[in-house]
């Protein structure tokens, strides 16, 4: 299956004026997504990111000040172009309209191969990294992020806001990577609109440790593909490990 060849649905969220019937592409009749608690590992690393045209997506922390999430979360398609680091805003424990901690943005690093106003987007470039403008809480901790290669049949969960219970963090806990195509990775996690950028987390080498109780970021959802089995799509974390990297030779927890 070429990802090339697939009609993608993103998967950010819309405003809640226009989400009275929401679609959902990405997910499958039967349904695994459940609730899941916003306190507790890995998914307290697990952020709400909102813009002030009124969109939402999911985040994962992965540094202290560093949150990544999907590019075209970021994209204001009226002017067509990136919202300023100035218009985000990223929330700590969301749940049902409450927030542990709000933390606005300083700075926004995408990817100069995503074009989210091309006609044929690099979907595979479409991530994002987010700079706060002051550490998070420390009662959240910094997920791993892993570049291991995957093999099919691996182990996963992601997690998000979705569209159609976005006053909650939902998420498939029991999903696997089905493989790789065009540069992305290809799984059958159920998430919807509202759950981009959300982290497709897999298991650590040794299962255990880490600040991630065993998990770690292997990528960042981004779209849906339309079709009768759920095949679902994730930027791999090498896609933008090399940033992170620099940011923390630079200084930049």
Not at 12 to 26: F, S, T, V
Not at 154 to 165: F, H, T
Request: glycine residues 12%.
């Amino acid at each position: 299956m070429a990802a090339a060849a697939l009609a993608f649905a993103l998967l950010a969220g819309m405003p809640a004026a226009h989400a009275e019937r929401p679609l959902l592409p990405g997910v499958g009749p039967g349904d695994r997504r459940t609730p899941v608690d916003a306190t507790a590992d890995p998914w307290r690393s697990v952020v709400r990111v909102q813009t002030n045209l009124a969109g939402r997506c999911t985040g994962a922390l992965v540094g202290r000040r560093t949150v990544v999430t999907a590019g075209h979360c970021l994209f204001n398609p009226r002017t067509r172009r990136f919202l300023q680091a100035s218009s985000l805003h990223v929330l700590f424990g969301y749940d049902r309209g409450e927030f542990k901690r709000h933390v606005a943005v300083a700075r926004v690093a995408t990817d100069p191969a995503y074009d989210p106003a091309a006609a044929t987007p690099m979907i595979a470039a479409d991530w994002a990294v987010l700079t706060l403008a002051e550490p998070a809480p420390e009662s959240v901790p910094p997920l791993p992020v892993s570049v291991e290669p995957l093999q099919a049949g691996a182990p996963l969960m992601l997690g998000g806001y979705s569209q159609d219970r976005a006053q909650i963090l939902m998420a498939d806990r029991k999903c696997r990577l089905l493989g790789e195509s065009g540069g992305l990775l290809v799984h059958d996690c159920d998430a919807t609109r509202g759950t981009s950028g959300g982290p497709l987390l897999a298991r650590t080498a040794d299962g255990a440790g880490g600040n991630g109780r065993g998990w770690a970021v292997a990528g960042v959802g981004v779209a849906a593909g339309n079709a009768p089995a759920v095949r679902n799509f994730a930027v791999p974390s090498a896609r933008f490990a090399a940033l992170l990297a620099k940011d923390t030779a630079a200084g930049q927890p």
